[in-house]
């Protein structure tokens, strides 16, 4: 038994260097730290909280909504860390903010993708439940990510993540000097046939951790790259930004609709219209 000897701090967490009063509960989970400037511009205000390692996070307001947004840097081992440290200071909500590439033929570079369920091709995830535990996205989260889509006019597509653990040889790609990892070569073929939507490194272990600590969690990502067509832009960065934001506005709406009709879920019977 270890105690409390791995993290000195009462309050404040050790690798985000925030505290209870930092956050709102609700955070946009960007990968990239320089992400958080372009989803903050959506904002009707902010105030950066913490900067240390890849964790930057800032806490505002959109619509009279309180939202936070912290920076988890690229993988799953650090996306879990901002889910734990997070979850230690109240936050009780978290939607990954990300980029993607597709594998569906269709889906257009600059398209979203809002993630229903995730294949735990992630080794973080493992380390806290069996290998056969679904990583499955909160249904009011997702709910609200593509009422938000809808309003925004974006194009959207909705289904199963695949989260892998690296760049390169897990996503089926050749690695230096032309290197090939044992099955990659059908990896994508074989996501496609199962009607996999899209690969990226953290949604799978941010939706695992959600479920097992009884919280909320979801994903939207923006399609940079094609993996079917070939195709690969940075084009449209900005929406799933835009999107994860009205959609934590519309959470809020639905989690005070909840308490005045006293339901205990958000489903199809209650109404977000004004």
């Known amino acids: 038994m270890t105690g409390d000897s791995e993290n000195p701090n009462t309050d404040v967490q050790y690798h985000l260097e925030v ?15 320089d992400r958080l400037e372009k989803i903050v ?7 950066i909280k913490a900067h240390h390692r890849e ?5 505002g307001s959109y619509e009279g909504t ?6 988890t840097g690229i993988g799953s081992p650090s996306a879990a860390i901002a889910v734990e440290e997070l979850a230690r200071v109240d936050c009780e909500t978290f939607i990954r903010v990300g980029s993607c590439g597709a594998i569906q033929p269709e889906m257009a570079v600059g398209d979203l993708v809002i993630t229903t369920g995730a294949v735990r091709q992630e080794g973080t995830s493992d380390e806290y439940v069996r290998e056969d535990y679904p990583a499955t996205a909160d249904h009011e989260v997702v709910s609200a990510l593509i009422a938000a889509a809808d309003r925004l006019g974006y194009d959207y597509h909705t289904g199963i ?24 070569a059908d990896l994508v073929d074989q996501l496609k046939a199962a009607n996999v939507k899209n690969i990226e490194m953290e949604a799978s272990a941010i939706l695992t951790l959600a479920n ?38 519309l959470l809020a709406k639905m ?15 209650l109404s977000l219209e004004d």
């Open 255 to 269: 989690d005070a609709i909840k308490r005045e009709t006293g339901a205990d879920r958000w489903h199809a019977g």
């Open 161 to 184: 993540t695949m989260s892998a653990d690296s760049f390169y040889a897990g996503q089926g790609r050749p690695g230096f000097d032309g290197f090939e990892a044992a099955g990659s």
């Open 41 to 47: 511009a959506h904002w009707d205000d902010h105030e």
């Open 55 to 59: 964790y930057r996070t800032a806490t």
């Open 19 to 33: 505290g209870p009063d930092d956050v709102a509960e609700t955070v946009l989970l960007p990968g990239n730290p």
């Open 212 to 249: 097992i600590y009884g919280l909320r969690a979801g994903a939207v990502c923006t399609v940079y790259a094609n993996r079917d067509t070939g195709e690969f832009r940075t084009e449209g960065e900005s929406r799933a930004a835009e999107t994860a934001t009205l959609a934590t506005h």
């Open 66 to 71: 309180p939202i936070s947004v912290t920076s």
